[in-house]
């Protein structure tokens, strides 16, 4: 059982563009919501994370929309640059390791 | 460089045989963990250690794994007669017990059975 649902899959954005994923969870004692990026060959690297206390967290062209009603959550990336290419991950926990989504890969093209 | 480093980077082994990963994590870091990704999935948790206790495993984690770090610093992880369908990304992470759920990973060993 999925514990994260992540989506899209995959993504393509112009440069200058917002780049959208989603993320939805079922287990309300989750209290930790993280985003990592992924560059093809490295392990994931935490991005930003948010905890369900603030509905919005913002780093630099990155923001953290968290909707506690609806077990949601959501990172916009504000003007998406190609270097921004790579795979990202919503995660989840609540006193517990990690549970990942599956990942969309984004591709932010010129 | 003080990250997470992993090694070997990559492993080709034949069905059957047995292998061993070896994780070096964030040195002032006391929880240490383990995580498999297969290709187009996200990582999926093995087993982390709190020092030198192996606090909780997945129920991924087969009887042909087994994971140490006996004295808190380094961990291994070995896997026994090897099948295909442990082709995968293991990864490994750290971090500092106050700050469990940040972690920081390594860049895995990529594990092909043959």
């Known amino acids: 059982q999925q514990q994260v649902k992540q989506s899209p899959q995959s993504l393509i954005v112009q440069k200058g563009g917002i780049s959208i994923i989603n993320c939805a969870y079922e287990?309300?004692?989750?209290?930790?919501f993280p985003w990592y990026q992924q560059f093809p060959g490295k392990g994931p690297a935490l991005l930003i994370a948010?905890?369900?206390?603030?509905s919005e967290k913002k780093e630099g062209r990155f923001t953290i929309s968290f909707n506690k009603s609806a077990k949601q959550f959501s990172l916009h990336i504000m003007d998406s640059q190609p270097g921004d290419s790579a795979t990202y991950f919503c995660?989840?926990?609540?006193?517990?390791?990690?549970?990942f989504g599956k990942g969309t890969r984004l591709s932010v093209i010129a | 460089d003080t990250g997470v480093s992993q090694d070997p980077r990559h492993k080709i082994t034949k069905r059957g045989q047995n292998v061993t990963f070896r994780c070096d994590p964030i040195?002032?870091?006391?929880?240490l963990y383990w995580y498999r990704q297969t290709l187009g999935q996200g990582p999926e948790f093995l087993t982390y250690?709190?020092?030198?206790?192996?606090?909780?495993k997945s129920r991924l984690l087969s009887d042909r794994f087994s994971a140490e770090r006996p004295k808190g610093s380094f961990s291994t992880l070995e896997i026994q007669r090897t099948e295909q369908g442990d082709s995968a990304m293991y990864l490994c992470?750290?971090?500092?017990?106050?700050?469990?759920?940040?972690?920081?990973f390594g860049s895995g060993t990529q594990l092909s059975v043959l």
């Open positions: 287990n309300t004692a989750f209290d930790y």
């Open positions: 250690f709190q020092n030198e206790a192996q606090l909780e």
């Open positions: 995660a989840a926990s609540g006193n517990t390791p990690l549970v």
């Open positions: 992470a750290s971090s500092l017990a106050r700050q469990g759920e940040k972690l920081f």
């Open positions: 040195s002032e870091h006391n929880r």
């Open positions: 948010i905890r369900p206390d603030v």
